[in-house]
């Protein structure tokens, strides 16, 4: 079973800051990517942010969402197999339910997705 718990989320006022973290446990032999992905009510699911496994070669890669670019940022610990979504600067817009997720490697063999349950972000202006 493999089980993403996502922390961090809350109300913060227009401009303010949140960090959010994702720890994943259970029968995983292989992350490779780590992403954050949020929905606002009315919306449909979008990505927010992502980061590959240096591994892979050539440190870490992130990518980020055009609205999100120079105020988020995205960062992992694969030892703690953990992922930190550091918001700054933060918006009304930026009011959603943030959902962690990954790609990665069962301890059976075969890649898949897994996903958190979402922790809420409200910005107010």
């Known amino acids: 079973q493999v089980r993403l718990v996502e922390s961090g989320g809350g109300l913060v006022q227009a401009g303010g800051s949140l960090r959010l973290s994702c720890t994943v446990s259970?029968?995983?032999?292989?992350?490779?990517?780590m992403s954050w992905h949020r929905q606002s009510p009315g919306k449909q699911r979008e990505s927010v942010a992502s980061?590959?496994?240096?591994?892979?070669?050539?440190?870490?890669?992130?990518t980020y969402a055009d609205s999100v670019k120079g105020r988020f940022t995205i960062s992992r610990d694969n030892a703690k197999r953990t992922v930190v979504l550091e918001m700054n600067s933060l918006k009304p817009d930026d009011t959603a339910v943030y959902y962690c997720?990954?790609?990665?490697?069962?301890?059976?063999?075969?890649?898949?997705?897994?996903w958190g349950q979402g922790t809420q972000v409200t910005v107010s202006s």
């Open positions: 259970g029968s995983i032999q292989s992350i490779d990517i």
């Open positions: 997720q990954i790609y990665a490697m069962y301890l059976g063999g075969g890649w898949g997705d897994y």
């Open positions: 980061i590959t496994n240096m591994a892979r070669g050539g440190g870490d890669t992130t």
